[in-house]
């Protein structure tokens, strides 16, 4: 029996100063249907949902929104609660020096005889805690949290307000395998409690899993929507919708001609900055090669990151020993600022935080790695930071009308551009690229990784850091793969496939792993 409409958004329309972020869009959904909508970065999926959730208020948009049967005009978040709406935001938004408890009643807050009354807030967070499946104390502060924990908050104090709508945007998109099947499983037991979920992401893998509808937003427009059966999501008629057209091979053709070792790193040995005595990085051996795209694969937490940070000027970590060779000659790199002066460049797994200030704009962004290139005599040139900037943001199509845009403003997608022209106008050596389609759609993860293979032709040295297999196996020559901070295999992509790179990270048995790439 299909179940009633709980909401309808009919003919919704937002613009902006010089841009129409939604242009007459439909949506329907089903009560305790679990419905996912899709679309590329800057496509007007969290606009549609700031809409309904009052973020942007009734009056800045057009358009007739029905919610259990009723139109609904809230003037702001405070009223759409009220209604039992609750938008869980892919920035989380709690404040970490408080505890789970005031965090999930603050503005909320459980008064008694004009006091707050915090025995019964903890008794009533306890309760919360276990509907999303946490058994911690609940005056743990925030910033004690993982982020799965600290998504799984974010629910339990939507769920004290009785929601009855939950809007979860790009909800697993910081959240590691584990904790992202504990959210996916969280939604489906929220489904049985007769709680409706509007989910925006990217993870084609998720919403097969997990949707009973899927809507496509592209350009501001509703362009596809249908019912899934049992998990049968069409993943080739998603991407045509998001991207207007089909998409044979999501990774770029490409022929690799790799030319000699330029970048050699031998016996690197790095100490936890917390934890004394605990090695992250234990005696790692590898290299690359001119115009080779050579991939690095390990679970979360096996010390990917750690070991490229490390290297990239001694950014992370206490070193211990090793050395590093460019074009066979040992260097030192003990800053950034000597890491980039000696070719390498470095575009961070988390841009948000490491690889943008975000209250910049794209045109100091792009020159900031190297203002020796924008200099005349001892001053910057700000004819020369224009012509940069202006030179990427059309070589990388980044999606905005000038490069005086502030990079807080641009899609997930067109910010990576950013953080990747940055590093390009460095003209490095070597590229260390880690995670860097992390959060972005299949259409500008597509664009990225022509990008990339371009730099391959150029003569680069490229590192890719992921943690989606396929995309590894999909872009690189060659793939290392690391456990509890070893290097502990090495594989040809060509003869390479998933459960091969899954046994060598996981070192099922080295001796086993070894007499694999004997024989590859």
């Given at each position: 029996?299909?179940?009633?409409?709980?909401?309808?958004?009919?003919?919704?329309?937002?613009?902006?100063?010089?841009?129409?972020?939604?242009?007459?869009?439909?949506?329907?959904?089903?009560?305790?249907?679990?419905?996912?909508?899709?679309?590329?970065?800057?496509?007007?999926?969290?606009?549609?949902?700031?809409?309904?959730s009052?973020?942007?208020?009734?009056?800045t948009?057009?358009?007739?929104?029905?919610?259990?049967?009723s139109?609904?005009?809230?003037?702001?978040?405070?009223?759409?609660?009220?209604?039992g709406?609750?938008?869980?935001?892919?920035?989380l938004?709690?404040?970490?020096?408080?505890?789970?408890?005031?965090?999930?009643?603050?503005?909320?807050?459980?008064?008694?005889h004009g006091?707050?009354?915090?025995?019964?807030?903890?008794?009533?967070?306890?309760?919360l805690?276990?509907?999303?499946?946490?058994?911690?104390?609940?005056?743990?502060?925030?910033?004690?949290?993982?982020?799965?924990?600290?998504?799984?908050?974010?629910?339990?104090k939507?769920?004290?307000?009785?929601?009855?709508?939950?809007?979860?945007?790009?909800?697993?998109?910081?959240?590691?395998?584990?904790?992202?099947?504990?959210?996916?499983?969280?939604?489906?037991?929220?489904?049985?409690?007769?709680?409706?979920?509007?989910?925006i992401?990217?993870?084609?893998?998720?919403?097969?899993?997990?949707?009973?509808?899927?809507?496509?937003i592209?350009?501001?427009?509703?362009?596809d929507t249908?019912?899934v059966?049992?998990?049968?999501?069409?993943?080739?008629?998603?991407?045509?919708a998001?991207?207007?057209?089909?998409?044979?091979?999501?990774?770029p053709?490409?022929?690799?001609?790799?030319?000699?070792?330029?970048?050699?790193?031998?016996?690197?040995?790095?100490?936890?900055?917390?934890?004394?005595?605990?090695?992250?990085?234990?005696?790692s051996?590898?290299?690359?090669?001119?115009?080779?795209?050579?991939?690095?694969?390990?679970?979360?937490?096996?010390?990917?990151?750690?070991?490229?940070?490390?290297?990239?000027?001694?950014?992370y970590?206490?070193y211990?020993?090793?050395?590093?060779?460019?074009?066979?000659?040992?260097?030192?790199?003990?800053?950034?600022?000597?890491?980039?002066?000696?070719g390498?460049?470095?575009?961070?797994?988390?841009?948000?935080?490491?690889?943008?200030?975000?209250?910049d704009?794209?045109?100091?962004?792009?020159?900031?790695?190297?203002?020796?290139?924008?200099?005349?005599?001892?001053?910057?040139?700000?004819?020369?930071?224009?012509?940069?900037?202006?030179?990427?943001?059309?070589?990388?199509?980044?999606?905005?009308?000038?490069?005086?845009?502030?990079?807080?403003?641009?899609?997930?997608?067109?910010?990576?551009?950013?953080?990747?022209?940055?590093?390009?106008?460095?003209?490095?050596?070597?590229?260390?690229l880690?995670?860097?389609t992390?959060?972005i759609?299949?259409?500008a993860?597509?664009?990225i990784?022509?990008?990339?293979?371009?730099?391959?032709?150029?003569?680069?040295?490229?590192?890719?850091?992921?943690?989606?297999?396929?995309?590894?196996?999909?872009?690189?020559?060659?793939?290392?793969?690391?456990?509890?901070?070893?290097?502990?295999?090495?594989?040809?992509c060509?003869?390479?496939?998933q459960?091969?790179?899954?046994?060598?990270m996981?070192?099922?048995?080295?001796?086993?792993?070894n007499?694999?790439?004997?024989?590859l």
């Amino acid at each position: 029996m299909e179940h009633p409409l709980i909401l309808q958004m009919q003919g919704i329309t937002k613009v902006f100063p010089g841009v129409r972020a939604l242009d007459d869009v439909t949506l329907k959904v089903r009560r305790g249907d679990i419905h996912a909508i899709c679309g590329e970065n800057g496509a007007g999926k969290s606009t549609l949902m700031k809409v309904l959730s009052g973020v942007y208020p009734h009056g800045t948009y057009e358009g007739q929104i029905i919610y259990n049967g009723s139109e609904i005009a809230f003037k702001n978040i405070k009223e759409s609660e009220k209604a039992g709406i609750a938008i869980i935001h892919q920035e989380l938004t709690m404040i970490p020096e408080l505890s789970i408890t005031e965090n999930i009643f603050l503005g909320n807050e459980v008064v008694k005889h004009g006091l707050i009354d915090w025995d019964t807030a903890r008794h009533l967070t306890v309760d919360l805690l276990l509907k999303v499946g946490l058994t911690i104390d609940p005056g743990t502060l925030i910033k004690h949290l993982g982020v799965g924990q600290q998504q799984l908050v974010e629910i339990a104090k939507a769920l004290s307000k009785n929601v009855k709508l939950l809007i979860l945007d790009e909800p697993t998109s910081a959240l590691n395998e584990a904790d992202s099947a504990n959210l996916l499983n969280l939604m489906r037991e929220l489904k049985k409690r007769d709680i409706t979920c509007i989910m925006i992401s990217h993870k084609l893998n998720e919403i097969a899993a997990i949707s009973d509808a899927v809507t496509v937003i592209r350009d501001g427009r509703t362009v596809d929507t249908y019912d899934v059966e049992a998990g049968r999501v069409d993943e080739d008629r998603i991407i045509r919708a998001m991207v207007g057209r089909s998409i044979e091979n999501r990774y770029p053709e490409h022929t690799s001609h790799p030319g000699e070792i330029i970048f050699e790193v031998s016996d690197w040995c790095v100490e936890d900055p917390q934890i004394a005595g605990r090695l992250v990085c234990k005696h790692s051996n590898f290299n690359v090669r001119a115009g080779e795209i050579v991939g690095f694969a390990g679970l979360m937490g096996a010390g990917r990151t750690e070991l490229m940070r490390s290297i990239f000027g001694h950014n992370y970590g206490i070193y211990l020993g090793g050395t590093v060779k460019i074009k066979g000659k040992e260097v030192h790199m003990n800053s950034v600022a000597s890491a980039i002066k000696h070719g390498l460049a470095y575009v961070p797994e988390d841009r948000k935080s490491l690889g943008l200030n975000l209250i910049d704009s794209i045109r100091t962004t792009i020159v900031s790695a190297n203002l020796k290139a924008i200099k005349r005599g001892s001053l910057l040139d700000p004819d020369k930071e224009f012509q940069a900037a202006d030179k990427y943001r059309h070589s990388l199509n980044i999606k905005t009308p000038n490069v005086d845009t502030g990079v807080n403003t641009l899609s997930g997608g067109n910010q990576q551009k950013v953080v990747l022209g940055k590093w390009m106008f460095t003209e490095p050596d070597v590229l260390i690229l880690d995670e860097p389609t992390r959060g972005i759609d299949v259409g500008a993860k597509y664009e990225i990784y022509r990008l990339i293979h371009a730099l391959a032709d150029q003569g680069k040295a490229v590192i890719l850091v992921s943690s989606e297999l396929p995309e590894l196996l999909g872009m690189a020559d060659r793939i290392y793969t690391i456990f509890e901070g070893s290097i502990s295999g090495e594989l040809n992509c060509s003869e390479a496939n998933q459960e091969k790179l899954m046994r060598v990270m996981t070192n099922t048995s080295v001796a086993e792993s070894n007499q694999e790439r004997a024989e590859l």
